[in-house]
């Protein structure tokens, strides 16, 4: 078992107080908090190499540039891509998905579709439809059923050959749900269409295999896995990565510049115009390196208490309901007391320390489902505890007390 107090003790942010009460951090989905190591590596990087990376012939230019492309190994081996150049540094899960809808828009033509899960966060959606408009192809959504999870027969019915694109998120941030990302690649790869895989929330739970999924991309930001913000993975295949165009035009991308015609550069370069964020990408490979050495083993077995005990606690207070029932869920709670606006409830149980995600969490879709205008999101950590579930139960039967 983890020690869970050696564990808290790496986080210096958990050992405050706010608004006089000791920190209950239940908002991991939005972003995870940050261990002393990750903060140390981020001062210890200006304080010792800060230099641009792949231009310079001096010393620090080549530190920096080997421990940002040291990092880029650890990464491809924590998802276990097959090369090095299929993962490319980005600002986050959002760039990632932009890069790829981006490149897409050279390739789709009317009369194409992209299928989109009913699950999905705003930027797994936006881009997409953006793409559709330019293209004139086609949107298709998912539908989902009451608990939460993705209806596969429907999803089987809308795939054909007129799709080229199935979209879906590894694990929903609004309810946890888990969607079977596996059955749906084989799915969509039958009727030849490319898949894009949201990990932003699997990540900081589970370590994805890119190649046992056979997804053709996989996007995931740092700052949610204990990273920095900022930062961001884009994996995808290198035949696919060869085929989409550069994102961005700049520096750092390009082979030969002339005014006639430019020749890009080889991967993973060709997608990474300009001075990235250096010291970000340095250290979300220390981020990774932490996660595995607690273990996503240790991780999953505490979080999967953490759930279960919070489930059970919040459901024993009246007219409580949960949101995202189905049977495979990660560490997250989004509920609502009847009659009760979460954002009330949030607001008083925030004065009494507990920090929760309260409104529609960037994915208004599945709140007009479940006709809310949203709810309130307890979203935990390997580092949280079974007595802070305790503190938030009470504090959320104080507000109720209060509310009506
Ligand atoms: C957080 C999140 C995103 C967006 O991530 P950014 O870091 O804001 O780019 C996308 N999808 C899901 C499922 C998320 O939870």
């Known amino acids: 078992m983890l020690d869970i107090q050696k564990i808290r003790a790496d986080f210096p942010i958990l050992s405050q107080k706010v608004n006089g009460k000791p920190l209950v951090y239940f908002d991991n989905g939005a972003t995870s908090q940050k261990p002393q190591v990750v903060i140390d590596a981020d001062a210890k990087y200006y304080q010792e190499i800060n230099a641009n ?125 888990i969607n079977p990302i596996k059955y749906m690649i084989d799915k969509a790869h039958a009727v030849g269409a490319a898949v894009l895989i949201d990990g932003a929330q699997a990540v900081p739970h589970l370590k994805p295999d890119v190649q046992a999924l056979d997804c053709d991309f996989y996007a995931f930001s740092g700052h949610k896995m204990c990273g920095p913000t900022g930062t961001g993975i884009l994996y995808g295949k290198e035949e696919w990565l060869n085929k989409l165009p550069p994102y961005q035009g700049g520096g750092e991308m390009i082979k030969e510049v002339t005014f006639e015609k430019t020749t890009y550069a080889d991967l993973p370069h060709k997608f990474e115009a300009g001075t990235p964020n250096i010291a970000g990408g340095i250290v979300l490979g220390t981020a990774i390196d932490y996660l595995n050495e607690i273990g996503f083993d240790n991780i999953q077995k505490q979080e999967e208490e953490l759930l279960a005990h919070a489930t059970k606690r919040l459901l024993e207070i009246e007219g409580l309901k949960i949101y995202g029932t189905g049977k495979n869920k990660a560490s997250v709670v989004s509920f609502n007391i009847d009659g009760i606006h979460p954002y009330d409830i949030g607001s008083i149980i925030d004065k009494l320390g507990i920090a929760v995600r309260t409104g529609h969490h960037c994915a208004q879709p599945i709140m007009n489902f479940f006709c809310i205008p949203g709810t309130i999101r307890a979203s935990f950590s390997f580092y949280n505890t079974k007595e802070e579930i305790n503190l938030m139960v009470e504090a959320v039967k104080t507000a109720k007390t209060m509310l009506s």
């Not at 828009?105 to 009317?110: H, R």
């Not at 899960?117 to 293209?135: A, D, F, R, Y």
């Open 53 to 177: 990376i792949h231009r310079g012939v001096h010393t620090l230019s080549q530190l920096a540039t080997d421990a940002y492309e040291i990092s880029r190994g650890k990464v491809q081996e924590h998802i276990n891509a097959k090369f090095a150049h299929e993962v490319l540094f980005t600002s986050g899960t959002t760039h990632g998905i932009n890069l790829v809808t981006n490149g897409f828009a050279s390739i789709l033509k009317p009369g194409d579709e992209v299928i989109v899960s009913s699950l999905e966060h705003h930027s797994n959606i936006v881009p997409w439809q953006m793409l559709c408009e330019k293209t004139g192809a086609t949107l298709k959504v998912i539908p989902m059923n009451e608990e939460g999870e993705l209806i596969m027969e429907a999803y089987d019915a809308l795939l054909s050959e007129k799709t080229k694109v199935v979209t879906v998120n590894h694990i929903s941030n609004a309810l946890g749900i």
